[in-house]
């Protein structure tokens, strides 16, 4: 009997705006020392993909480790990817800019390693049916998708364990299927399990087995260091398959020299799909819940069956629903990806658009991601850079679109210094406030948002399972394990700019900090009339919300340097003369404040509570600023400056 090829695959990646010193930590626990013993036991040829970021990052600060890399490809004991170059989402591109990123990989690998590659690390494992003939413009020969795609579609396991074909427009791109139970196995589970698995497959007379996911699992999640060096099961694994290899029971193999060997089976066409947990991930709470308790009723043995695969939850695209200030990132990046083929596409703005798509701070699951403020902040920073670049010498402007897909029109001011985009469906509220020379979206504040996982984790007791002897924990055994006392405070709308309310005078500043209040009035979530001049040098919206004794008037004046001047005008006989008519900001960053007459301010730190490889993670997001004055005033104004040293 002929041996099984085994397709060894690792994807090495850290995102864009991620800290020096977490890059430093992977090199030196994971990135380095898992090369090393592969390497020193011959455990080749592997599969790897290296992602942009992290490549830009070791070509600064440890070319020794791509030297080494480079010699085993260049001898073909390791076969490089593709991907975006800058770990994009595919899907969520403008279909120009997927070809363009696949291209910037190519020459990058290219240029560094002096080989070429023709297979695709699918970021994600996000797939979209029209993405084939992306990947065959791009010149992609195969790519690496979850065996559940085909399940999803009715494929049976048996018919996984070899590249099937699929087609977009004609054009054509091999898929191969990773293998579910290899990736919950490796390494989490004793070795001698692998390759039990592997010797089945061997005997059922399929021809491939494939392993693709993230090689930090082996050393960069938690407790996996321990696991996988110090508690030796990477020195296990490697003996236990290797001798396999050397009995000829597996052959270790490259996709290319599988694709080119092992028969088709056929030809498939995959719905959108990403992995079991992106789906659930991406969904809002209620519908979460519903999942994650109907998987519960069904059982483990039966959801690990084929009718598992039929049990799905949302797509990848739906972060941009559940998350406004996602859809916001992304919408400005596709913007000013047009903007910048438009304007002769110059090279540096170009690239931080790349840079901007980054797919990490658009999205939620186990890691921190969205939730993570560095992360955003880098994606505001590569945009603020592109439109700065793009905005070069322009005056002040506006336009009135539908920015952000949602059925209601947006303002979007800009000049050569700063973009601006105001919500007339909200009261007015400014949603973005991007100054470019300083790279910072003041706006960016994150709203603190009920997650499924605040219900599971309040219906949790008890302690948290362990791994023991026969294995470690997976981050999908941490994540369900977190555990919450009680609920995190939650916001009442998505924070903004310029949020208008009437508030109580008993309201204590503690319960609004909380959320847990009503106000008497609010305009937060009001539509509202506007109008539009142009006196000299500025551009002023007058907006016009509520009626009768609940009609507010707001004036909102931005100026070409992107200082921001907003006048109210109310019926001061709206509520009781002790209550307070108040203008919250969500700061990303500190401005000054300039008000008339003198107000009262609250101030708190915006703290998330949110989901993390290693458990729950409090982290700020910003600061809240609201600014009081008495009902009785009728009228008051702010004066927002953003500028170095502000």
């Not at 003939?133 to 048996?158: E, I, M, N």
């Not at 006989?573 to 919250?584: K, M, Q, S």
């Not at 300039?594 to 729950?616: H, N």
């Amino acid at each position: 009997m002929a041996p099984i090829r085994f397709a060894f695959g690792l994807h090495l990646h850290q995102p864009v705006g991620n800290f020096d010193h977490v890059f430093a930590q992977h090199v030196e626990d994971v990135y380095r020392p898992l090369l090393e013993r592969l390497a020193a036991r011959d455990f080749l040829p592997i599969v790897l993909h290296l992602s942009g970021p992290l490549l830009e990052w070791l070509e600064e600060h440890e070319t020794g480790y791509l030297d080494r890399l480079g010699r085993l490809a260049s001898d073909g004991r390791v076969e490089l990817l593709l991907a975006g170059f800058y770990e994009p989402v595919l899907a969520a591109l403008p279909r120009a800019d997927r070809v363009e990123q696949i291209q910037w990989m190519r020459d990058a690998v290219r240029r560094r390693f002096g080989v070429s590659a023709s297979g695709l690390w699918l970021t994600e494992r996000v797939w979209e049916p029209e993405l084939a003939a992306d990947l065959a413009d791009a010149g992609v020969r195969y790519a690496l998708v979850d065996d559940r795609h085909f399940l999803a579609t009715g494929f049976a396991a048996d018919q996984l364990h070899a590249p099937l074909w699929t087609e977009s427009d004609g054009k054509r791109v091999a898929l191969f299927p990773i293998d579910e139970r290899l990736r919950y196995l490796i390494p989490f589970r004793p070795p001698e399990e692998t390759a039990d698995y592997l010797r089945y497959l061997r005997g059922a007379g399929h021809q491939l087995a494939v392993l693709a996911d993230d090689g930090e699992k082996f050393g960069g999640w938690p407790g996996t260091k321990e696991w996988v060096y110090e508690r030796g099961w990477l020195d296990r694994f490697l003996g236990t398959i290797g001798g396999l290899v050397e009995r000829g029971e597996v052959q270790l193999s490259r996709l290319d020299e599988a694709l080119d060997t092992v028969p088709s089976a056929g030809l498939a066409y995959l719905p959108t799909a990403s992995y079991r947990e992106m789906e659930a991930w991406s969904l809002p709470p209620d519908a979460a819940l519903r999942l994650a308790r109907l998987e519960r009723d069904l059982g483990e043995e039966r959801m690990a069956g084929p009718d598992g695969a039929l049990v799905r939850g949302a797509h990848w695209r739906n972060f941009l629903v559940k998350y406004s200030e996602s859809n916001r990132m992304h919408k400005k990046m596709q913007a000013l990806s047009a903007l910048c083929r438009t304007r002769g596409d110059p090279p540096a703005a170009r690239r931080a658009v790349g840079r901007a798509q980054c797919n990490d701070a658009y999205w939620h699951g186990v890691f921190g991601g969205l939730y993570l403020p560095h992360l955003r902040e880098a994606i505001w920073r590569n945009l603020a850079l592109a439109e700065g670049e793009l905005r070069r010498g322009d005056n002040l402007e506006w336009e009135l679109l539908d920015f952000d897909g949602d059925g209601h029109q947006e303002i979007w001011v800009h000049s050569n210094h700063f973009s601006a985009l105001v919500s007339p469906h909200r009261g007015g509220a400014v949603e973005e406030y991007t100054v470019f020379e300083l790279g910072i979206n003041f706006a960016g504040a994150l709203t603190r948002r009920r997650e499924a996982y605040h219900d599971l984790a309040l219906e949790r007791g008890g302690d948290a399972g362990h791994g023991g002897d026969e294995g470690t924990q997976s981050i999908h055994d941490i994540e369900a394990g977190i555990r919450l006392d009680v609920r995190p405070p939650l916001d009442l709308e998505d924070r903004a700019l310029f949020l208008e309310r009437i508030l109580s005078r008993s309201l204590a500043v503690d319960e609004y900090a909380r959320g847990g209040y009503w106000p008497s009035v609010t305009w937060a979530r009001s539509p509202c009339s506007f109008t539009v001049e142009r006196p000299a040098g500025a551009v002023e919206i007058l907006f016009t919300a509520g009626e009768g004794r609940e009609r507010m008037t707001k004036r909102l004046t931005f100026v070409r340097e992107g200082r921001v001047e907003v006048s109210y005008t109310w019926d001061p006989t709206i509520a009781d003369p002790e209550d307070l008519f108040a203008v919250e900001l969500s700061l990303f960053a500190p401005v000054q404040l300039d008000c008339s007459p003198a107000a009262d301010q609250w101030r708190f730190p915006i703290e998330t509570v949110a989901k993390s490889e290693r458990g729950l993670d409090r982290t700020r997001q910003g600061e809240s600023v609201t600014l009081r004055w008495p009902v009785g005033l009728g009228r008051a104004s702010v004066t927002l400056s953003a500028a170095k040293g502000a």
